[in-house]
């Protein structure tokens, strides 16, 4: 078994050796007339050296039969010679390998694992809901099968230990003027991020993470209510801020366009009882009624 220790770790990692069984079919056609002529020798009458000879090439050819295996695609069988580590087989076919090889099959296709709804408190302190959906395989077959005990629990433990360091180091919702990504409206910049922060916790195991994306998000239940009515607060303020900011467009046009035509000379009181008015027509939520100031006859 070849080994290699990181550095500033103690963990020993195992490196993966890909070997070639011998062709199935080839060693069947060998094994099958082995067995044939050992019961030929065994069932005909003859002196006890041939009986013997009979028994031991039939036990030698049936024994040899337990290494005839196969592999469909995307499997691997990682094969243990009296406790050392001899290689992967990892191509698809009808193989024969060393009969004293044990054999431990992997599966080398691309899994799901959704992990728990975790309650974790965001950047801000705010307990919020979590959860992920993470798509994996496994990619190294020695380190999945000798570096970790068992390769799912491994992984579900450290994904929601990275879920909750990702979740943790970033803020629900993204604050006003704020240029740090936020859980909610960043999903592929935090899916990014997630993938790598689980992929660093399972490299050990032999285990490449395809794609790892947010599955549930939401504030916890204790103040699920007190946020919802803050984000319509703030959308509140948002929308009256843009409403403001085009009522004082659209008036400003109107003035000076009644200035630049000449159709109207208003005085500073005028002006500011226009404006008022306008601005009321424009912001008003239900129907407004102007006040429009008559001429008053001078005596």
Not at 108 to 128: A, F, H, Y
Not at 174 to 181: D, Y
Not at 240 to 269: S, Y
């Amino acid at each position: 078994m070849n080994v290699n220790q990181k550095s500033g770790s103690s963990v020993i990692g195992t490196d993966e050796q890909i070997i070639s069984g011998t062709n199935g079919w080839l060693m069947l056609m060998v094994l099958l007339p082995a067995i044939l002529f050992a019961v030929f020798l065994v069932a005909t009458p003859g002196g006890p050296v041939k009986l013997i000879a009979g028994t031991a090439l039939l036990t030698v050819a049936l024994f040899c039969c337990k290494g005839l295996f196969t592999l469909e695609p995307n499997q691997a069988a990682v094969m243990v010679f009296f406790g050392s580590y001899a290689g992967t087989v990892n191509a698809s076919g009808f193989f024969w390998v060393n009969p004293f090889y044990n054999r431990t099959r992997v599966s080398l296709r691309i899994n799901n694992w959704n992990t728990p709804v975790l309650k974790v408190n965001d950047e801000r302190g705010s307990p919020i809901e979590i959860a992920a959906v993470i798509a994996w395989r496994v990619q190294d077959t020695a380190r999945a099968v000798f570096d970790v005990e068992s390769t799912l629990n491994y992984l579900q433990i450290q994904s929601e230990s990275a879920v909750r360091q990702v979740a943790s180091s970033h803020a629900y919702d993204a604050a006003e003027g704020g240029q740090r990504k936020s859980l909610r409206t960043d999903l592929d910049a935090i899916a990014a991020l997630l993938r790598d922060s689980i992929q660093q916790h399972v490299e050990v195991a032999g285990i490449v993470i395809e794609e790892a994306k947010i599955a549930h998000l939401a504030y916890a239940p204790e103040i699920a209510n007190a946020m919802l009515r803050r984000q319509q607060a703030e959308a509140v303020v948002q929308a009256r801020q843009k409403l403001v900011d085009g009522a004082v467009g659209m008036v400003e046009v109107a003035l000076k366009n009644l200035e630049d035509k000449k159709i109207v000379t208003l005085t500073p009181d005028q002006r500011a009882v226009l404006v008022t008015n306008m601005m009321t027509v424009l912001l008003s939520e239900s129907g407004a009624q102007p006040v429009i100031q008559m001429a008053q006859s001078t005596q």
